[in-house]
C-alpha cells in the first residue's frame, strides 16, 4: 500500500487528537449524521432491499469462489474488445506498469478520476517521482490534493473540511496548479463549485491520457463501470486518447445482468441517491472509430493481498465490499476518531477489517485497526453486501492476540502473537480458569466484597483509561449468589450481616434501595469511610 | 415450566440488585426461577477480545449447568446475544477447524432458549403489562446487542409504556452505542469517553431522571460518566423498574 501511511502511531493514539479536536468533530458529525438519515430514508423506499442486499452478497460470494476462472474470462473479453491487460501483483508492480504506459506516450500529465485502487498503491507519489503530474478532477480529491491532505473517506474525502477551509485552500493554491481561483471567492458552495470548475476545465481538454479505477468489472463482456456524480469521470474516460484503469481483482461481476443489483444498492447506500448521476460504461477501444472515447486502453489488475484475504474463511467476506462508505457514514467510532486515524486509504469499519489483511498485522497500526470498534454492529446493518464487519473484527483481533496461520504472498504462514498482549493473554487465562471453577471465583467475589471499603475511586495503570473518564462501580456487600443462597432465592429475606442493606449505592450513580446516591465522587477519592453512612 | 436465571458474571459480582429484581418480578408473575449455582460466564468477554477458544470452556459449561432447563433467561442483552447468536457460530468455526461437531452439538440445545429478559416477558409469558410501578420520567437506550443482535425491537419500551406513573420520553440517537464495547472502554479509551459523552448529552436532554437499559454492562459505563458529569440522572436497569411496585416500590 502507499508509503504515504507508514510509520502510523496506533489506532487509540492517532484518535486522542480526533477527539478533542473540536472543528474536526464538528465537521463530521454534520457530515455524517446528514448523510446517515438520507440513506435511510433512500433504502427504506425499496421494497426488496433485503433481497437485494443477498442477492449483492450471493454475486459478489460466487464471483469469489470462482474468481480464477471470471479473471481469465474477463482478459479474454477486454482483450478481444481491443483492450490489454496487465497483471499486478502488488503496488509496486503496479506503479512501474501505470508510470512506463504514461511515459510510452510522451506525456508528462495526466487526468484521474476518484479512485481507491490507486489511491491504496500509491500512484500519484510513483507518478510524480517519475516527473509524472497525476491531478485528481473529483472535487473533494482535488481538495485533498491541493490541500497536500489526506483522504479521510471513501466517497468525501474532503469530509474533514468544511467550506471556509475549502475556499482557502482554493484561493491560495489553485494557481500553483493551474488555473488560479477568481478573485473574491467566497465559500459559497455554488461559487466553490464554479471555482474548481473552471480549474479543471483546462486540465479535460489539455490531458493526453486518463487514470481511472472502475466500480465493476463485467467478465463476460469485458465492459468496465465507473460510477460518479460529478461528470469529471466522464471527461476523463471519454476525452484523453489513452485510458488506464487500475483495477482490484474482486471487482469482477459475471454479467451484465449481475449490475442491476449494484446499480440499485450502490447509490442509495453512498450517497442515497435513487439512480446514480453519471455511470460511464465502457468496452475495450472497438468502437473508437466511430464513437468517443480512448483509442488505446490498458486494464491494470491489482492482487495487493486479495487472493491472501481471500485464503481466509471468515476475512474474505471483506472483499465483497462495493466501497459505498455507509459503514462509515454510520459508524460512532469514525465519527470522533476522524478517517486518518485508520492510518489507510480505506477509513472506518471497512478499513478496519480491510487493511490488516492486505497489509497483515505486522506494523502498530494494522494491528490495533481491529479494536478499533466497540462492536456495535450498524456497519453490518447497513451494508449493502451484508459483510459482517464485528465477525471479522473479532476474527482478526484472534488473530492478532494469538497468532495463527495466515497467508502471505500465497504461502501459508504461521503467526506469532502480536507484542502487548502477554498480560491481556494471562488475564484470559486467569478468568477463564475462575469461570470453569466456581467455587473460586466465590472466593474472589467474597474477598472483593469484603474488602469493598478500600477499593479506589480511580485505578492506576491500564484502568486509568476507564477511571479518567467514569466512575467505577462501588462493589456490593454480597454478590448475588450469596444472597440467593442466604436468603433461599428470597424466600426468607432479612437483612445482609454488615449493615442491613445488601447493596450500598453505586458509585455510578445508581439507585440503592436506601435511595443513597454515590455518583459524582471527586477524583481520588477513597471509598473507604461513609461508604455505609446514611444506613 | 422450569427456568432458569442466567444473571451474567457482571450482575452477580456488581449489580446483585438486578439479579434480586428478576427474581421478584418473574416469581410476581408466577414463574418459578431458579438459579442454578454452577453458572458463572458466557465467554463472551473472551470471545470478543479474540480468544475464542478460551471462550468454549466457558460456553460448554454454560451449556453443561443449563441444558436441562426449558427456558434461560437474562437481564444482559449482550450476554443473551453472545448465547443466541455467537454460540452457533463457535461450533461452526470448531467444525471449520477440524475439530468435529462436538462443540456445535453440545452448545446447539440451550440456543433456542435462552431468552432475554423483555423477550421472555412479551414473547414467552405474553405480558407487557406486568404491574408494576414507578413514578418517574424515564428515558431508555436500546444497547446494541440487544437492538441489532437480538432485535429486541419495540419491546422494552412496551414494557416500560405500561408501568403505572412512568413517563417514558424518547432519547434522541437512541440506536447509537454508548460507547461502552467492553475492552474497547479501556483500549480506545478517548473515542469510549466520547460517545459516551455525547450519549449522556442526550440523555440529558430529554429531562428525564432516569436512564433505563437493559445491560448493566451499558449502565456501568453510562452511569459513570454520568457521575463523572455530574449530572443528576441514574442509570437503572429495566429489570428494577418492572420489578418496582406500589407496595414495594424502588426509590
Ligand atoms: S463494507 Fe459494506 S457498507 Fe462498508 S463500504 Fe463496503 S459495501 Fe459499503
Known amino acids: 500500500m502507499s508509503g504515504t501511511f507508514v510509520g502510523m502511531p496506533a489506532f487509540p493514539k492517532a484518535a486522542h487528537e480526533a477527539v478533542h479536536n473540536a472543528t474536526?468533530?464538528?465537521?463530521?458529525?454534520?457530515?455524517?449524521?446528514t448523510i446517515r438519515a438520507k440513506r435511510e430514508k433512500a433504502v427504506l423506499e425499496v421494497s426488496d432491499w433485503a433481497e437485494l442486499r443477498e442477492a449483492g452478497k450471493r454475486i459478489k460470494d460466487h464471483t469469489l469462489r470462482h474468481l480464477d476462472r471470471y479473471l481469465v474470462q474477463l482478459e479474454e473479453s477486454v482483450t478481444a474488445a481491443g483492450g490489454t491487460v496487465h497483471w499486478a501483483a502488488d503496488a509496486d508492480e503496479a506503479n512501474r506498469i501505470v508510470t512506463y504506459l504514461v511515459k510510452a506516450t510522451g506525456e508528462t500529465e495526466v487526468v484521474k478520476v476518484k479512485s481507491m485502487a490507486t489511491q491504496e498503491i500509491g500512484l500519484n507519489e510513483a507518478l510524480e517521482a517519475e516527473g509524472i503530474r497525476a491531478y485528481e478532477t473529483d472535487l473533494a480529491e482535488l481538495i485533498v490534493q491541493l490541500g497536500k491532505d489526506r483522504p479521510s473517506h471513501i466517497l468525501v474525502p474532503a469530509i474533514h473540511r468544511n467550506r471556509g477551509e475549502i475556499r482557502d485552500i482554493f484561493a491560495?493554491?489553485?494557481?500553483?496548479?493551474?488555473?488560479?481561483?477568481?478573485?473574491?471567492?467566497t465559500d459559497t458552495p455554488a461559487e466553490l463549485a464554479e471555482a474548481a470548475r473552471l480549474h479543471l476545465r483546462e486540465k479535460f481538454l489539455r490531458a493526453k491520457v486518463g487514470i481511472s479505477g472502475a466500480n465493476f468489472m463485467v467478465a463476460d463482456t469485458g465492459t468496465l463501470v465507473v460510477v460518479e456524480s460529478e461528470g469529471n469521470g466522464r471527461m476523463c474516460l471519454t476525452l484523453p486518447e489513452t485510458l488506464i484503469s487500475v483495477v482490484g481483482i474482486e471487482k469482477i461481476v459475471p454479467t451484465w445482468q449481475d449490475l442491476e443489483v449494484f446499480l440499485q444498492t450502490l447509490p442509495r447506500s453512498s450517497t442515497a441517491e435513487r439512480m446514480n448521476p453519471y455511470t460511464s460504461m465502457w468496452t475495450g477501444t472497438t468502437d473508437?472509430?466511430?464513437?468517443?472515447?480512448?483509442?488505446?486502453?490498458?486494464?491494470?489488475?491489482?492482487?495487493?493481498g486479495r487472493t491472501d484475504t481471500l485464503a481466509d474463511e471468515v476475512g474474505r467476506q471483506a472483499l465483497r465490499c462495493i466501497r459505498c462508505s455507509a459503514c462509515l457514514n454510520v459508524c460512532p467510532v469514525y465519527?470522533?476518531?476522524?478517517?486518518?486515524?485508520?492510518?489507510?486509504?480505506?477509513?472506518?469499519?471497512?478499513g478496519a477489517i480491510l487493511s490488516p489483511q492486505l497489509r497483515g498485522t505486522g506494523s502498530e497500526i494494522d494491528a490495533s485497526l481491529p479494536y478499533a470498534s466497540s462492536l456495535c454492529g450498524a456497519c453490518y446493518e447497513v451494508c449493502p453486501v451484508a459483510i459482517d464487519i464485528p465477525e471479522v473484527l473479532v476474527h482478526l483481533r484472534e488473530r492478532v492476540a494469538q497468532g495463527g496461520q495466515v497467508t502471505e504472498k500465497g504461502a501459508k504462514v504461521v503467526l506469532k502473537p502480536a507484542k502487548g498482549h502477554a498480560a491481556e493473554r494471562a488475564a484470559m487465562r486467569a478468568a477463564g480458569w475462575a469461570f470453569t471453577h466456581p467455587a473460586a471465583l466465590r472466593t474472589g467475589q467474597r474477598l472483593a466484597s469484603r474488602t469493598r471499603r478500600f477499593h479506589p475511586r480511580t485505578l492506576p495503570g491500564p484502568g486509568m483509561a476507564w477511571s479518567a473518564s467514569r466512575a467505577l462501580p462501588t462493589l456490593p456487600a454480597e454478590p448475588f449468589?450469596?444472597?440467593?443462597?442466604?436468603?433461599?432465592?428470597?424466600?426468607?429475606?432479612?437483612?445482609?450481616?454488615?449493615?442491613?442493606?445488601?447493596?450500598?449505592?453505586?458509585?455510578?450513580?445508581?439507585?440503592?434501595?436506601?435511595?443513597r446516591d454515590g455518583g459524582g465522587r471527586a477524583n481520588g477519592e477513597w471509598a473507604g469511610g461513609g461508604e455505609d453512612s446514611g444506613k | 415450566m422450569r427456568v432458569a436465571l442466567f444473571l451474567t458474571c457482571v450482575n452477580d459480582t456488581l449489580y446483585p440488585d438486578t439479579g434480586r429484581a428478576v427474581v421478584k418480578l418473574l416469581t410476581r408473575l408466577g414463574v418459578d426461577v431458579d438459579f442454578p449455582m454452577d453458572q458463572t460466564c458466557c465467554g463472551q468477554a473472551h470471545y470478543n477480545t479474540g480468544y475464542r477458544h478460551q471462550a468454549e470452556p466457558l460456553a460448554r459449561k454454560f451449556s453443561d449447568v443449563f441444558g436441562g432447563y426449558e427456558a434461560i433467561v437474562t437481564p444482559s442483552g449482550s450476554c443473551g446475544a453472545m448465547v443466541r447468536e455467537l454460540y452457533p457460530r463457535m461450533g461452526e468455526r470448531a467444525r471449520a477447524?477440524?475439530?468435529?461437531?462436538?462443540l456445535a452439538r453440545t452448545l446447539a440445545p440451550v440456543v433456542p432458549k435462552t431468552y432475554e429478559l423483555t423477550e421472555f416477558l412479551v414473547d414467552v409469558l405474553g405480558v407487557t403489562d406486568v404491574g408494576a410501578y414507578y413514578p418517574h420520567k424515564v428515558t431508555y437506550h436500546p444497547t446494541c446487542h440487544g437492538l441489532r443482535g437480538l432485535g429486541l425491537g419495540e419491546r422494552p419500551r412496551r414494557l416500560l409504556q405500561a408501568v403505572k406513573g412512568l413517563e417514558l420520553v424518547e432519547l434522541p440517537g437512541a440506536e447509537e452505542c454508548c460507547g461502552f464495547g467492553g475492552t474497547f472502554a479501556v483500549k480506545n479509551p478517548d473515542v469510549s469517553a466520547a460517545m459516551g459523552r455525547d450519549k449522556v448529552r442526550s440523555a440529558e436532554s430529554t429531562g428525564a431522571e432516569v436512564l433505563c437499559a437493559a445491560d448493566n454492562s451499558c449502565l456501568m459505563h453510562i452511569g459513570g460518566t454520568m457521575a463523572r458529569l455530574r449530572t443528576g440522572m441514574r442509570p437503572v436497569h429495566i429489570a428494577e423498574i418492572l420489578a418496582s411496585t406500589e407496595e414495594e416500590p424502588l426509590v
Open chain 2, 97 to 102: 477447524e477440524g475439530r468435529g461437531d462436538t
Open chain 1, 288 to 304: 473508437s472509430g466511430t464513437a468517443d472515447g480512448p483509442s488505446t486502453f490498458h486494464l491494470v489488475l491489482i492482487d495487493n
Open chain 1, 335 to 350: 465519527e470522533r476518531a476522524g478517517g486518518h486515524a485508520y492510518g489507510s486509504v480505506y477509513p472506518g469499519p471497512i
Open chain 1, 24 to 33: 474536526l468533530r464538528g465537521n463530521l458529525r454534520h457530515a455524517t449524521h
Open chain 1, 172 to 185: 491560495k493554491e489553485m494557481s500553483e496548479w493551474g488555473r488560479p481561483a477568481p478573485d473574491g471567492l
Open chain 1, 481 to 515: 449468589r450469596d444472597w440467593w443462597q442466604r436468603t433461599n432465592g428470597g424466600r426468607t429475606e432479612q437483612g445482609v450481616a454488615d449493615g442491613g442493606r445488601a447493596d450500598g449505592g453505586h458509585a455510578d450513580g445508581r439507585p440503592s434501595p436506601s435511595g
